[in-house]
Structure formats: C-alpha cells, structure tokens
C-alpha cells in the first residue's frame, strides 16, 4: 500500500494512519483506524472549501492491493463479508476499489460468486 498510496502519517499511538494524495485539482484523504477496522476517503476539489465525497467503510475485515493487467489498485472489503478473520489472500467478494493512477478514482465493486 505504501508504493500505492504514499507515506502516510500516522497518529501517535498507531490508533490510524492517513494517507494524501493530490492530483490537479483533487485531494484525497485516506485515513484506516487500525484497532477499529473502519476507513474514511475523503476527497476534495479545489477550490471548495468542504470535501465533495465523504465515504467510511465501518469494520472493514480486510484490504488487498491488486496489480494485473487493469493496472494497481486497493479492494478495501466490506462489512461482514468474512465469517471470520480475513486472510490477505483470497478474493474480496464485494466493497469499495480504490485506484490512484492514472488518476483517482472509488468504485464499488463485487465478484460473480
């Protein structure tokens, strides 16, 4: 995630850690609380003063970071999707994708189960 989305800052005691990202006139703001499993994009557009998209994934199981022919991005998993601890390597079956390059974008996605 570090080569994806940059170095981010991160709170004192490792409670979250918040990645910027900025491209021409967007900011992004990505910012995981670890011990709470939930993540907040924020995403701005200059010159608005508030962000134009507020979205949070509460108890998120699990992140994975793709690189195929579509290019590399992050499948942040939804809520509730495993019965138990996610394994960093099977498929995410349904959530939230984040892409950086070319330039940002936040879809949702899901599988064919």
Excluded at 10 to 27: A, K, Y
Excluded at 51 to 73: A, H, N, W
Excluded at 79 to 99: E, Q
């Amino acid at each position: 995630m570090m080569r994806l989305l940059g170095i981010p800052t991160v709170e004192e005691d490792g409670i979250w850690h918040q990645f910027c990202i900025e491209q021409h006139s967007l900011r992004l703001q990505v910012t995981i609380w670890t011990y709470d499993r939930d993540i907040e994009l924020l995403l701005w557009s200059t010159p608005l003063p508030d962000p134009v998209l507020r979205y949070t994934l509460l108890g998120s199981p699990g992140l994975r970071i793709i690189s195929d022919k579509r290019g590399e991005f992050i499948e942040f998993a939804a809520a509730n999707t495993f019965t138990g601890r996610y394994d960093g390597v099977s498929v995410i079956p349904y959530g939230l994708r984040l892409w950086v390059e070319p330039q940002i974008r936040i879809e949702p996605f899901s599988y064919p189960a």
